[in-house]
Structures are given as C-alpha cells and as structure tokens.
C-alpha cells in the first residue's frame, strides 16, 4: 500500500457542488467529480421574479456523498490514506433546524416549503428586513453592529434573511429552534454532531454576514436583536459566541459516514468556511492582492496585516474581518451580486423565441428540437465574445449598468436594477453583450477604486473562475478597464483545492496555511496586460458608467 497521504477539498458552488482528492506532498489532484444540483436544475422552491432562491438540503447530501465517493473510486479505492476533509460553500446561506441541528426541510410537514430551504446567497426577498437592521445600527441609539461590515447590511446576509422567514411563515417560525449557516452544517453533518450548541462555527460566515465581532463579545446582543424586531427575542441564546478560522478541526468524521464514504475513520473534519474566501487561499493570495473569484457572481478578496490597517474601517465593503481568510490577518471582502449572471440573462433573453416558439414548430422532431437549443445554447457567449472583437471602441458607446441582481459593493443596494444607455435602431446583439461586459469591468473598478480611496493598497490582481478561465476576450476588457495587470491562477477548481490546503493543515501535514500554501500552490497559468489605447478610452467610459448610475440611482422609478 503506498504511503501517500491524502485530502479531499469539497467546494459547494451556486449550481453545483465539486470534491477533488490531493496529494499533501504537492498539491496534485489524483482525482475529482462534480455533481449538478437536481432539484436546483429544476428551479424548485425558486422563483426569480420574487428574487427568491432556495436549496434544498438534499442537494447537497446527496452531492457530498455521490462526488467523495467518485473520487475515491477514480484514484484506486484509497479511502483508508484521506487523513482530512475540509468544505466551502456559498453564502450567506442559512437554514432553520430543529434542536438536533436537522434542516426543518428534512423533517415531516417541511419537505417541499420553501421557507423550510437554504436559502441561497442572491436570494433578496429581504431587502426591507436589512433596511430596518440599517436604521437601527445608524439610529445612535445602540452599537453600530455594521461598522465592521462596510456600514451597510445587505439583504444577502444572515440576520436579515432569518427575520424575513420568520416573519413571512408561522410554521416554520414555531417549528425553528436555531438557524446555521450551510459551510457550519456540512462539518456538522460530517462529524455526526446533533448538538448545535457545541458546533465550532465559522469565523468568515460570522464576521462577514452576522455581524459577529470580538469587539462586541461576539454576535449582536439580545437587546438589539429583540429591539429590532420581537420575532428575534431568544435567538441569540440558540446561535453561539465563539468562532473558529478554519485551520481549526471541527472534529473526527462520524462512524456513519466513514463506511458510507468507505473512508479513513480517523479522517479529521475541518471548521469551513465561504467559497469565494477558500478560493483565494487556493489562488495563492498575498497580502494586498485583490484575489476576484469570479463566476456568477463576483468576490474580490484581499489580505492585510492587522496593525497596518489599524482601526480604519472601510466603507461599503463586505467587511473585514481578523482570520477570514488567511488565520492572523485581516480578509477584506467586496463583490458583484451578478457578474456571470449577467452573460446568462442575456443569453436567455437571446433563447426565448428558440426555447419557447420551436416547441409549436412541426418542422422537426422533438429530438431534433433538443438538439438545436442545447447547441445554440453552448455556443452563444463564445460567439458574441468573439464578435465583440471586432467592434471599434470609441467613447460614445452604449453603456450599461450591471446592477440586474441589484448592488453587493460598493455600498450594498440590492433594490437597484441594471440599465442600458445609448441604443439605436443600428444596435445589435454583439454590441449590447460588449456594452453589458464593459458593465461589469466597470463595476469591478469601482470596487478597486473605493478600496484605493480609503487607504488600501492594492499591489497586484489575481483572477479564478469559470469565467475567468474560459472567457479571454472579457477577461482582457477587465484589464484593460482596471488599467492593472492581472493573472490566472491554474487550478482549474481553485476554491475545492484551497479547502484541500486547509485539510492538510487540519490533518497536521503543514503547520500553518502559508506553508500549505507553498508546498501544494499551483501558479498561474496566464497574465493579462492592460493596452494602452484601450485603457484610455475606457476611463471616458467608466466616467459616463459612473453618471449614469447616480442618475438611475437617483432618479429610479418607485
């Protein structure tokens, strides 16, 4: 039997969750497996025009065990040699469970509510509920709880989401005996803990979208809690106080899922934590290295050393917070709340006649029909990337906002939608696709640019992601808009192998994440210059990018 020691990396996306098996020694992956939601494929418990997104825990039960078990299967059966699990996964992205910690969507009477899911992070039904956290924490007359989170709570976070379900459904408000956040349930589950009182909770979901902080002696006290709203009265008492950076064992994987994984049963679990915040470690972030995971959404994460950020708050951002992304140094955290999104809204948008008037045509089969969708819908973005080449940039272009799922940063605003400005009767598909990317560049810059504005030096530019990988024609408008340089990192599942660091850490491998890092870092596969020419019109653009959203902003349509 080879001595090799091995780690499993389990990343839970927005569509699908993917595991990948690695060698300790230096990074390798032996092997990996996605597994595409069903029921989320499905759009079950959803409906976008409500901004409602949910998930149902099965989904992702069902993923962990299908993708760990094809791991093992491809790399010869080598279970026995895992020494540790380590999982990431979107948020803020909660659940209400039952005293022994079970989704209330897994119990009798709950299987198909809505409000019973994970409720996922670009679900926006709360926006009214983060609106009154607002004007509580800016009222003067209690601890300012957003201060470490931009100033500003989103409806995409905890605390807003929770209140928004339990005021919205009786049923589960009086079935609920807590709420967890789904990177704390999977450790949870892993480790066959059913008491969530001792649950070693995330450090970055803390920080980041529950307003924990050491300052207030953890989360928010109960006085504001049930000062915001009696709903929330008794809460805090269910949640926790202490939290953990994930280099930290949550524990030892259950006897249960050692023979349902037929996996190593001293196989080590580990604390988990954000997808986007595991990606940047798997990335190779360095302190001041704007990391942008970017896919549907975007999540641009930074690194700093405490003392030289001090007591500076940033404003607008998504927090900083000590340890949320590399343990002992501050993670800074800003975003798009639809960056690839918005490429697939057009693309549907494109799709509608073929999706919904070739279903009456008699002229082919249904096969055929099939057939047709799927190959138009393979190759649409790659050809209006392509097309988009050949389009001369000039400074009176359309220009558009990339707002359509509302605004993560700067300054958190999910009630704003998209525009497009500067159309006429010659303007075509491939122009509008450009004007919509330059959209999402320019977005991105703004969150460069409040960064640098409040004193945060920004050396260098990585970026990971399916978009970021596959998409060189946008990818090259990014750099040119941010007039920086910027590089791909290789991995082709960064945020699966950044858990697979922290995994080795857990397992003891490595002493610390920097030397994990190290040891199984897979460098960079490219690097994009900006173009001179390009960056200078682009600058006249951002400038009119930038108008137009304090105009729509300001003047929206109530």
């Known amino acids: 039997m080879s001595n090799k020691k091995y780690v499993i990396g389990v990343d839970y996306g927005t569509d699908s969750v993917r595991s990948v098996l690695v060698d300790t020694e230096n990074g390798k992956e032996i092997s990996s497996s996605v597994f595409n939601y069903p029921r989320w494929k499905e759009r079950k418990y959803c409906d976008?025009?409500?901004?409602?997104f949910r998930q149902h825990p099965l989904d992702y039960l069902e993923g962990l065990e299908h993708t760990i078990l094809a791991c093992l299967k491809d790399a010869g059966n080598v279970g026995g040699q895992v020494l540790a699990i380590s999982v990431d996964t979107t948020g803020s992205t909660p659940i209400a469970i039952n005293e022994k910690g079970i989704p209330l969507s897994l119990t009798k009477g709950f299987e198909e509510n809505p409000n019973a899911m994970f409720i996922l992070w670009k679900d926006h039904t709360a926006i009214l509920e983060a609106e009154e956290i607002n004007t509580l924490?800016?009222?003067?007359?209690?601890?300012?709880?957003?201060?470490?989170?931009?100033?500003?709570?989103?409806?995409?976070?905890?605390?807003?989401?929770?209140?928004?379900?339990?005021?919205?459904d009786q049923s589960v408000r009086e079935a609920a005996y807590s709420w967890v956040e789904h990177c704390d349930w999977i450790p949870a589950v892993l480790t066959g803990n059913d008491k969530p009182a001792t649950w070693k909770r995330s450090r970055c979901a803390a920080g980041h979208k529950a307003m924990w902080h050491a300052d207030y002696d953890g989360l928010p006290s109960e006085s504001f809690l049930s000062q915001l709203n009696p709903l929330l009265t008794g809460l805090r008492a269910k949640l926790y106080d202490e939290t953990y950076t994930s280099d930290e064992v949550a524990g030892t994987i259950s006897a249960e899922w050692a023979s349902k994984l037929q996996i190593n049963p001293a196989c080590k679990i580990g604390v988990g934590a954000f997808d986007a915040h595991i990606g940047a470690v798997g990335a190779g972030i360095e302190p001041f290295t704007l990391t942008k995971v970017m896919?549907?959404?975007?999540?641009?994460?930074?690194?700093?050393?405490?003392?030289?950020?001090?007591?500076?708050?940033?404003?607008?951002?998504?927090?900083?917070v000590d340890g949320s992304i590399v343990p002992n140094m501050l993670g800074l955290e800003a975003g798009q709340s639809?960056?690839?999104?918005?490429?697939?809204?057009?693309?549907?948008?494109?799709?509608w006649p073929?999706?919904?008037?070739?279903?009456?045509?008699?002229?082919?089969?249904?096969?055929?029909?099939?057939k047709l969708l799927n190959e138009l819908s393979d190759k649409m973005i790659p050809a209006l990337a392509k097309e988009m080449k050949d389009i001369p940039l000039d400074e009176t272009a359309i220009v558009a906002l990339d707002w359509l799922n509302g605004r993560r940063t700067p300054d958190a605003n999910q009630a704003l939608?998209?525009?497009?400005?500067?159309?006429?009767?010659?303007?075509?598909?491939?122009?509008?696709?450009?004007?919509?990317?330059?959209?999402t560049a320019f977005g991105s810059k703004k969150i460069v640019d409040r960064f640098t504005d409040e004193g945060i030096e920004i050396k260098a530019v990585i970026a990971l992601g399916g978009v970021a990988k596959k998409s060189p024609e946008i990818m090259q408008i990014m750099a040119d808009v941010l007039d920086r340089p910027i590089k791909i990192a290789r991995s082709e599942q960064a945020c699966a192998l950044g858990s697979a660091m922290f995994a080795s850490v857990v397992a003891g491998v490595y002493m610390n994440v920097d030397e994990a890092v190290k040891k199984m870092g897979s460098g960079f596969e490219t690097e994009y210059q900006p173009r001179k020419a390009q960056a200078e019109i682009y600058k006249k653009l951002y400038a009119k990018y930038a108008q137009l959203g304090e105009w729509v902003e300001g003047k929206s349509l109530k």
């Open 48 to 52: 976008a025009n409500e901004n409602r």
């Open 417 to 439: 939608k998209g525009a497009i400005s500067g159309i006429s009767l010659g303007t075509d598909a491939p122009r509008i696709f450009k004007a919509l990317v330059e959209a």
């Open 354 to 370: 073929t999706k919904n008037l070739l279903s009456d045509s008699n002229a082919i089969n249904q096969e055929q029909k099939e």
């Open 137 to 168: 924490c800016h009222s003067g007359k209690v601890i300012d709880y957003t201060q470490y989170v931009g100033g500003i709570y989103s409806s995409e976070w905890f605390f807003a989401k929770v209140l928004r379900t339990l005021k919205v």
């Open 338 to 351: 639809a960056f690839g999104d918005v490429y697939a809204w057009f693309k549907e948008l494109l799709l």
């Open 295 to 320: 896919g549907t959404s975007t999540c641009d994460m930074l690194t700093a050393p405490t003392h030289i950020v001090g007591s500076k708050l940033i404003k607008g951002i998504c927090g900083q």
